[in-house]
């Protein structure tokens, strides 16, 4: 009884106390939101690997809601399972692992060129080597289609047809255009993972061996590899994670013939094949996921003593490159022409032609920018008067805007509850979940999260169509950044700034609105930005979610290239490059983050 | 009027960390009582439990009789309530307002008026001599300004009480003496109770009117500053407090006994109880030949550390260094054998429970 008396008067203390200090109450709150918004539809997924949801029991004929095997016997042992699963899975493993092949010591190349030789002009190659990195990925494929498409796709030729020269299937589709495409995308990762080891890296570690009396194969091969292995494991398992976690370039380039990775493979089981069999595709890239990060994180740690390398008194000596020189700079500008300028250039260079590839004045238009009738496409208009192209923008800026807003706030509450209550439960949750959705690959999570809200589920209507859904899936799916660089923020402000303040009697809101938030107006701000820019080229993530009425630029692309309006596909693709860029550079000058580091952690 | 009673307050983190445990204290009103202890004994738990940012476990907590914290009664005045000023080691300021800002902000908080508020402001930056700093951010200010600007945003708001985290701990030496008096005469103007976490001994002893020696969540002795100096009440004070340390000449170890039992004939009364005898470095005296004192006992120099003002003189004794402070330069060569000496009442004794034995 006693016992009881004391627990109540404390709960009575602690009630009194909240006004001043809520802290508790915005963590339970946000624990209780973020199991229901992420834990869930993760369940949700796992659960409808085994039970027969409402589409699927028409076909299959077992009443919805009965717990079954069929789902993962016809994905893993039916006849079937070749074509639905196991063929995608070996292709994606194949096209992941060629990917690596290609970027990686592409990346590492052009790393050492920049940072370990005197290559002139190298700042301004390393800033333009990561561009391919921001823009979308399936920028790259857009424009191989537009330039080596055949006939095999119905609407407009490519370039190269046009030009007289047919290009066979294998050039046009399939796996070579998509190893080449995730290439171009992937190998700034590549690049800068190996920029940063080597740039921490003291020359004096090397001279030293050589003092000792090494060969330069000894040298590179006891001294130099071991110390890039950690570089090499990072831009490996993250090679594979983009792979998994990308449908554009697959889709464009892979979908004519058939050919699929996971993320096509799920999206085409969904839309129109078996949600149950969706639902375990998306299972099996979640689990992908999953051991791809814990495999970085047990490699990050493995390695975590050779942080110490740079330290006090590290030389950087760039060899020089002497005759190499000019080869070197020449190879280096192809590199940059064929990762940057031709891509972007073939795509300004189509939407200003009537025949892509056709080089007479009278092929030259604007009508796919600002044309109010297009000959060729009945109904369409250009770019600027395009209403499923304005809407799309419309819907685009409304559902990144919102969802980056969402996420930087939500980012920041959970910096600011893991801060105050360290060591709490409360924290040790908070910070493993709101980090759970960056181990699901973003196709994985849209299909998770179509499982929870596209039905109703009590209060809540069935969300699917919803502009809603769309931007709290988005914001979900970027919480892991947010919700770190909140945590990150919030501990190096420390408790002693709002202590002072409440020492001088300011309570909660007037803490938060003086101190707290002014303090982290900078990292707000860019919790909110990267966000946006992610949003503004998010694809993978949007394209189960959007419908008709919710379609995206990005989505909005995809449903042009089916139509083969291959100009207005471009124009928008330029259209979203071009509103990236401008959020990049604003982004830059408001934050001072630099375009590189800034999109080094792999968001 | 501000007297701050602590009765049997308790404060553990997790399972294992007990950080405050059973502690009873009371600083009197307008006293300048120093926390002194070494790092992690507990201090700045002490301190932000009675500014209300901590909540303890247990005990009671009393500000003029008033209760401020009960855990039986399940009281607990929020910190924002309590009127307490708090200057943190690492003074907290905030960057985005300029000193101006920061020092009114306790005032707007407290809903003054504007015009009244500059006023206040414009005083306590004098008070401080800092007013020519006023629109200036903290970034721009040094290590010191910094310092006092954090001392006039808890002093604008006119506390009874004064809490101050190891404020000096950040300035170097000749700031810290600067700051050290300024300290002083602000007690001495303003006369609120003032609680002041050190570790620096000096400090303590030069600052307070009460120094509480905290070890391990505890307050081993509570007194005056030369009492403290004087009369440790038991080992672990008598070892925290005074530089370069006491020397201990206790029964059980192997290298002092033999010089420990030299000592007995001097107390015979006390021989059974006393474990450990203590003596300062100044009340020893060094002769190179045998004196003639009740007690002495011969040691071989080892080197000496001119301070500027006195010798630290280190010597060997059977395998034990121990410490002399000279005020003269010694005129012996290392290796040399040399007597120490003392006077019976300079001795410290303390029992086998660590307890001063206070001398018949
Ligand atoms: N928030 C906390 N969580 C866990 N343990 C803590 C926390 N704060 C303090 N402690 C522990 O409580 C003990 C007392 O800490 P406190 O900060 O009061 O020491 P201190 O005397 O102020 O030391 P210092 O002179 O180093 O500042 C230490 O062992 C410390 O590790
Ligand atoms: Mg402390």
């Known amino acids: 009884m006693k016992g009881q008396g004391m627990r109540i008067r404390r709960l009575v203390t602690e009630l009194r106390l909240l006004p001043y200090d809520p802290t508790k109450v915005i963590g339970f709150l946000l624990c209780a939101a973020l199991a229901y918004l992420i834990l869930a539809p993760v369940l949700a997924l796992l659960l409808d690997t085994v039970r027969v949801n409402l589409r699927d029991s028409a076909t299959i004929g077992i009443p919805t809601g009965t717990f079954t095997t069929y789902f993962l016997q016809r994905t893993f042992l039916s006849r079937v399972s070749e074509v639905l699963f196991w063929k995608p899975f070996w292709q994606t493993l194949f096209v992941a692992g060629a990917v690596c092949g290609i970027a990686i010591p592409m990346g590492a190349l052009f790393a050492w060129l920049v940072v370990r030789t005197d290559l002139p002009g190298s700042k301004l190659v390393s800033r333009l080597m990561v561009v391919p990195y921001m823009i979308p990925s399936w920028t790259f494929a857009v424009a191989w289609i537009s330039v080596f498409k055949n006939r095999r796709l119905g609407g407009l030729a490519g370039m190269l047809e046009t030009m007289g020269f047919v290009p066979p299937d294998w050039l046009a589709y399939g796996a070579l255009p998509i190893i080449v495409c995730e290439s171009l995308h992937v190998f700034p990762f590549a690049f800068l993972l190996f920029g940063n080891a080597l740039r921490s890296m003291d020359s004096q570690l090397e001279e030293s061996a050589r003092v000792l009396g090494a060969s330069s194969f000894t040298i590179s091969r006891r001294i130099v590899l071991p110390l890039l292995k950690p570089a090499l494991l990072s831009s490996f398992l993250l090679t594979f994670s983009r792979v998994l976690g990308s449908f554009g370039t697959p889709y464009i380039l892979g979908s004519g013939v058939k050919y699929y990775l996971l993320p096509t493979a799920l999206y085409n089981s969904y839309k129109v094949g078996s949600p149950g069999v969706a639902a375990v595709i998306a299972c099996v890239t979640v689990l992908m996921g999953v051991s791809l990060v814990a495999l970085d994180m047990f490699f990050v740690r493995e390695y975590r003593r050779f942080i110490t390398l740079g330290g006090k008194g590290a030389i950087l000596r760039k060899s020089p490159l002497g005759g190499l020189t000019l080869p070197a700079l020449f190879f280096t500008l192809i590199a940059l022409g064929i990762t940057v300028l031709i891509p972007l250039g073939t795509l300004v260079l189509t939407t200003f032609m009537h025949r892509p590839g056709l080089f007479t004045v009278e092929n030259f238009t604007l009508d796919y920018w600002i044309g109010a009738t297009i000959p060729a496409m009945v109904g369409q208009k250009g770019f600027f008067l395009n209403p499923d192209i304005l809407r799309s923008l419309k819907n685009s800026v409304w559902v990144a805007g919102s969802a980056s807003l969402l996420c930087g706030f939500l980012g920041m509450l959970v910096g600011y509850v893991v801060v105050r209550l360290p060591k709490s439960r409360v924290a040790a949750y908070l910070r493993q979940v709101s980090f759970l959705p960056y181990l699901v690959p973003s196709i994985g999570f849209a299909a998770a999260s179509l499982s929870f809200f596209a039905v109703p589920r009590g209060p809540i209507p069935s969300l699917y169509g919803s502009m809603f859904l769309l931007v709290l899936v988005m914001s979900l799916k970027y919480l892991p950044f947010a919700s770190r660089s909140g945590i990150t923020a919030m501990m190096q402000m420390g408790n002693e700034p709002e202590e002072a303040a409440r020492v001088c009697g300011a309570g909660w809101l007037r803490r938060m609105g003086r101190i707290v938030l002014p303090l982290q107006k900078h990292a707000l701000l860019t919790g909110v930005l990267l966000p946006l820019i992610s949003g503004m080229k998010e694809q993978s993530l949007v394209i189960m979610l959007a419908t008709p009425g919710t379609e995206l630029m990005t989505t909005q692309i995809l449903r042009f290239i089916d139509y083969g309006y291959t100009q207005l596909a471009n124009a928008t693709v330029v259209g979203i490059v071009g509103i990236i860029f401008i959020l990049t550079l604003s982004m830059e000058r408001l934050t001072g983050a630099n375009l590189a580091t800034g999109f080094a952690s792999r968001g | ?360």
Not at chain 2, 106 to 131: S, T
């Open chain 2, 1 to 360: 009027m501000a007297e701050i009673v602590l009765k049997n307050i308790r404060k553990t983190f997790g399972p294992s960390v007990v950080a405050v445990d059973d502690l009873n204290l009371t600083i009197q009103s307008g006293s300048f009582v120093s926390l002194l202890g070494p790092s992690g004994c507990g201090k700045t738990t002490t301190l932000r439990m009675i500014a209300g940012l901590d909540t303890p476990d247990g005990g009671e907590l009393y500000l003029d009789g008033k209760l401020l914290f009960s855990e039986s009664e399940g009281c607990m005045v929020p910190t924002e309530k309590r009127g307490m000023g708090l200057v943190f080691q690492s003074y907290a300021l905030w960057p985005h307002m300029t000193v101006a800002q920061n020092v009114s902000f306790g005032l707007e908080m407290r809903g003054m008026p504007k015009e009244a508020r500059r006023k206040r402001v414009q005083e306590v930056l004098e008070l401080l001599h800092i007013d020519t700093l006023q629109n200036r951010y903290p970034s721009e200010l040094s290590g010191g300004q910094q310092q006092r600007v954090a001392l006039a945003r808890m002093l604008a708001i006119n506390p009874d009480v004064l809490l101050l985290d190891e404020p000096l701990s950040n300035l170097d030496a000749k700031l810290r003496l600067e700051m050290r008096t300024e300290l002083k005469r602000l007690h001495q103007t303003l006369k609120n109770t003032i609680l002041y976490v050190t570790h620096d001994q000096l400090e303590a002893m030069t600052l307070s009117t009460h120094v509480a020696v905290m070890h391990n969540g505890r307050i081993l002795q509570y007194a005056p500053p030369l009492t403290i100096y004087r009369f440790p009440a038991d080992l672990t004070v008598a070892a925290f407090v005074g530089s370069p340390p006491m020397n201990f000449f206790s029964r059980s170890e192997n290298e002092g006994s033999d010089v420990f039992r030299s000592f007995l004939p001097l107390f015979p009364g006390l021989a059974e109880r006393v474990h450990t005898v203590g003596v300062r470095p100044e009340d020893l005296y060094l002769s190179p030949t045998p004196p003639l004192d009740p007690w002495s006992y011969p040691a071989i120099f080892e080197t000496v550390l001119p301070t500027g003002s006195d010798w630290i003189v280190s010597l060997r004794v059977h395998k034990r260094t121990i410490f002399l402070v000279l005020r003269e330069e010694p005129r012996i060569k290392p290796g040399e054998q040399v007597w120490i000496s003392t006077r019976t009442e300079k001795l410290h004794l303390f029992d086998t429970q660590q307890k001063r034995i206070e001398s018949p």
